[in-house]
């Protein structure tokens, strides 16, 4: 996420300052270099050139785990985004919509971060304190179709209201969503009641917008549990449906199989989906497991030059995020995939949490107990985590790096699985190091 800061000296004074509390809070080791401050007085030139260094600072380290969580880092950024807005500190209402459109109306302050208006938003629906945790706030862009489009997931230190308010444009909107990935956990949702309609009502709204894939038949036995107001059964149904739980996005380009491919991608399950349509219409889909990752990157590609002919999807001169990630094809191939996107940050953020979430599975085996010994502060980065120091920023992928000739080959790399249409088919069947790719062995592949 990219934070503008205050062009002053004291605001890189106190920035210093956090950086200091930073490295003394978790070692020097942890940290990468924090920009020089000078003796004197800078220049206006010299203070736009030591906010550059300092957006460039947070958003190496804000991606790391441990940094991320910390209470010294998110105050420092959450000091950054207010004193960027200058706004008072103020009761405001302020909506925030659930998966079918309801608006929840809440009462908070502008300096009121993430997690305080999402546990007013708990409050205002009758949500458990115990199942928070299972929810995020996520920011929206709600298009002329009627289709909305995810910007990002609000972070810990953000400050919702000053987020959305300072893009001045009322497409933006802030909407409840669950948190977690595996369906396993929709148990624990399901057991109250208030969490058993938050996620009906998610579902249902995947389905119409068409994200989870439904032949014909399953579409009407869902209808028929939708008349007898069978909510848990409905589920019950919904979880054996492909993609579910999915986040989808806008369609975008990726170099697979082949270069300037419009795909569809899809993230769920742990793993990144990208559907295609190949020569004759019919639509593939490719699946790139997180665990096959060996790490990724976001970077802005190169502005095309004038008289250049652009790429699907990119208009000629335009600045496109890309996200890039090293799969694990074979046994002993290692490939980048490419996908450029404007919501290449949104994928991150989600290939990150679904880690986040293995590994979080693999030690304390439960969203609740997690947040349990977050609470307790006993919760920490494994040993292997801590010895693994994250690998350079590389640039923008190479585009004239090696390519695969054939289109059979390279989509048989990964798993591929023909979709049938829900209406005609009944049968239808910085770099990031991916601490949870390791321990993957040949069996897996």
């Not at 990002?152 to 209201?161: D, H, N, V, W």
């Not at 209808?223 to 999915?246: C, D, I, N, P, W």
Request: hydrophobic fraction near 35%; charged fraction near 25%.
């Amino acid at each position: 996420m990219h934070i503008s800061l205050p062009e002053t000296e004291s605001h890189n004074r106190d920035s210093g300052g956090s950086a200091y509390m930073l490295q003394k809070e978790y070692g020097a080791n942890v940290l990468p270099a924090f920009p020089p401050k000078k003796l004197f007085s800078l220049t206006p030139a010299e203070i736009k050139q030591r906010r550059k260094q300092l957006e460039k600072y947070m958003q190496i380290v804000r991606p790391a785990p441990l940094l991320g969580s910390g209470e010294t880092f998110n105050s420092f950024l959450h000091q950054a985004q207010w004193e960027t807005q200058q706004l008072p500190t103020e009761e405001v209402s302020s909506e925030v919509l659930l998966s079918n459109g309801r608006k929840v109306l809440v009462n908070m302050l502008t300096s009121d971060q993430t997690e305080d208006v999402l546990e007013a938003v708990a409050a205002k629906l009758d949500l458990p304190d115990d199942l928070i945790g299972y929810f995020s706030l996520f920011l929206v862009r709600e298009k002329e179709d009627g289709a909305s489009s995810f910007v990002r997931k609000l972070q810990q230190f953000e400050l919702p209201y000053v987020s959305v308010t300072s893009l001045r444009n009322q497409e933006y909107k802030t909407v409840l969503r669950k948190s977690y990935w595996d369906s396993a956990y929709d148990d624990d949702v399901m057991e109250n009641w208030v969490g058993l309609n938050l996620l009906y009502a998610q579902t249902v709204s995947d389905i119409e917008r068409g994200w989870i894939l439904v032949t014909k038949e399953q579409h009407q036995q869902l209808t028929s549990l939708q008349e007898k107001v069978s909510k848990k059964e409905f589920l019950r149904l919904a979880q054996t449906l492909h993609h579910y739980g999915y986040l989808c996005f806008d369609v975008c380009v990726a170099d697979f199989p082949e270069k300037d491919c419009p795909v569809v991608v899809s993230a769920g399950n742990s793993e990144l989906s990208l559907q295609l349509r190949l020569p004759g219409q019919q639509l593939r889909e490719g699946s790139f497991q997180v665990t096959h990752m060996r790490c990724w990157r976001v970077t802005s590609s190169v502005p095309l030059p004038s008289g250049s002919t652009s790429s699907p999807g990119r208009g000629q001169g335009e600045v496109c995020l890309e996200l890039a990630f090293e799969y694990l094809m074979s046994k002993g191939w290692l490939q980048w995939v490419t996908i450029t996107s404007p919501q290449a940050i949104m994928m991150s953020i989600c290939l990150q949490s679904m880690v986040d979430e293995l590994m979080v599975k693999k030690s304390v085996g439960s969203i609740r107990k997690m947040l349990h010994r977050w609470e307790g502060d006993t919760l920490r980065c494994s040993d292997s985590q801590r010895a693994v120091k994250s690998p350079p920023l590389l640039e923008s992928p190479d585009a004239s790096r090696e390519s695969v000739v054939k289109l059979s080959s390279k989509l048989s790399a990964v798993s591929l699985r023909g979709i049938g249409s829900p209406s005609t088919d009944a049968s239808a069947s910085d770099v990031h190091g991916n601490f949870a790719f390791e321990g993957i062995g040949d069996e897996h592949l």
